[in-house]
């Protein structure tokens, strides 16, 4: 798939209805992408939080909530909560965080006994429609972990390509970017990403083709590593970028949207179903691709 239009077309093809539970559903912002992902058709809302408020909010944004389920619950954790558990009991296939703060909601995503944890870990997979690359990019960890480990890079690896398994990407191509793309002791990043490379190498990281240390420009710019002399198979034709830590990550999500105008959605993968975590700050369009992208990376979670 190189489109979010082809990820919304997907989504619908499949046969079986889908649910989404919104934790603390009284956000105008929320409701609004929800509003939208039901009018298309991608999903039925299950809306939990406080009704009255949840009301009010929908009806600012032109929600007609006829045939909406709503969970009343006023309390944002014991609403986070319910959230969850209706995903863990299989009544809706993923979960998206409404108007409760992070942390309160991860707490419930990781409960023992109704929450969806797995030993897997928790990782940001980002996915970009740029109009300067020909194919959908998947970028991650921008948003969950801080510094990780070279343990910690495989798993979210193996996050990442639940979600490129869903789009369709039978081995995906892997940069590990660095500042430089040579070895140097001084410079861990660039250490964990030739482990990386020699691990998928021999078949230890599987579904991929792992290249590094690249720097950003050589992933994704043929040309750009061609004047550098690299001849690899990933470089100008990355499918996933593996950032060395959360602060390269952030920023680097932030300059493709701000800076490279591209479309973006969000999913958090490692739990058992997709978690849809958005900002304040994204617009109405990535939360509705952010929705589209979790509900198609239901049949590969």
Same mark, same amino acid.
Not at 66 to 72: A, K, L, Q
Not at 133 to 138: D, F, G, R
Not at 176 to 190: L, Q, R
């Given at each position: %798939?190189?489109?979010?239009?082809?990820?919304?077309?997907?989504?619908?093809? %499949?046969?079986?209805?889908? +649910?989404?539970?919104?934790?603390?559903?009284?956000?105008?912002?929320?409701?609004?992408?929800?509003?939208?992902?039901?009018?298309?058709?991608?999903?039925?809302?299950?809306?939990?939080?406080?009704?009255?408020?949840?009301?009010?909010?929908?009806?600012?944004?032109?929600?007609?909530?006829?045939?909406?389920?709503?969970?009343?619950?006023?309390?944002?954790?014991?609403?986070?909560?319910?959230?969850?558990?209706?995903?863990?009991?299989?009544?809706?296939?993923?979960?998206?965080?409404?108007?409760?703060?992070?942390?309160?909601?991860?707490?419930?995503?990781? @409960?023992?006994?109704?929450?969806?944890?797995?030993?897997?870990?928790?990782?940001?997979?980002?996915?970009?429609?740029?109009?300067?690359?020909?194919?959908?990019?998947?970028?991650? @960890?921008?948003?969950?972990?801080?510094?990780?480990?070279?343990?910690?890079?495989?798993?979210?690896?193996?996050?990442?390509?639940?979600?490129?398994?869903?789009?369709?990407?039978?081995?995906?191509?892997? =940069?590990?970017?660095?500042?430089?793309?040579?070895?140097?002791?001084?410079?861990?990043?660039?250490?964990?990403?030739?482990?990386?490379?020699?691990?998928?190498?021999?078949?230890?990281?599987?579904?991929?083709?792992?290249?590094?240390?690249?720097?950003?420009?050589? =992933?994704?710019?043929?040309?750009?590593?061609?004047?550098?002399?690299?001849?690899?198979?990933?470089?100008?034709?990355? @499918?996933?970028?593996?950032?060395?830590? #959360?602060?390269?990550?952030?920023?680097?999500?932030?300059?493709?949207?701000?800076?490279?105008? =591209?479309?973006? =959605?969000?999913?958090?993968?490692?739990?058992?179903?997709?978690?849809?975590?958005?900002?304040?700050? @994204?617009? +109405? #369009?990535?939360?509705?691709?952010?929705?589209?992208?979790?509900?198609?990376?239901?049949?590969?979670?």
């Amino acid at each position: %798939m190189k489109s979010f239009k082809e990820i919304q077309e997907k989504v619908l093809s %499949m046969q079986e209805q889908k +649910y989404i539970a919104v934790a603390v559903a009284q956000d105008e912002e929320v409701l609004k992408a929800i509003k939208g992902a039901r009018e298309l058709g991608l999903a039925e809302p299950i809306l939990v939080g406080d009704e009255k408020a949840i009301r009010e909010a929908a009806h600012n944004v032109g929600f007609n909530l006829n045939g909406v389920r709503i969970e009343h619950e006023t309390q944002a954790d014991l609403a986070a909560r319910k959230a969850v558990a209706l995903v863990s009991s299989g009544q809706a296939n993923i979960v998206m965080k409404g108007l409760v703060g992070t942390s309160p909601f991860l707490k419930a995503i990781l @409960d023992k006994e109704i929450g969806l944890r797995t030993d897997r870990i928790l990782s940001h997979v980002a996915v970009f429609e740029s109009p300067s690359y020909e194919k959908l990019l998947v970028l991650t @960890d921008a948003a969950m972990n801080i510094a990780p480990g070279l343990n910690e890079k495989v798993k979210i690896i193996n996050n990442a390509l639940v979600v490129t398994q869903a789009l369709g990407i039978e081995i995906a191509k892997v =940069a590990p970017v660095c500042a430089v793309e040579t070895v140097n002791p001084d410079m861990p990043a660039t250490v964990d990403a030739a482990i990386l490379t020699l691990m998928s190498q021999r078949g230890q990281i599987k579904g991929t083709i792992i290249d590094g240390p690249l720097a950003l420009d050589n =992933a994704v710019s043929l040309e750009a590593a061609r004047h550098k002399g690299i001849k690899s198979p990933v470089a100008g034709n990355a @499918d996933i970028i593996l950032c060395p830590d #959360i602060e390269a990550g952030n920023m680097t999500y932030k300059a493709i949207i701000y800076l490279g105008k =591209a479309e973006v =959605a969000g999913v958090i993968i490692g739990a058992k179903a997709p978690i849809v975590l958005t900002s304040r700050a @994204d617009t +109405y #369009i990535s939360k509705l691709n952010s929705i589209a992208l979790s509900l198609l990376a239901c049949k590969t979670c």
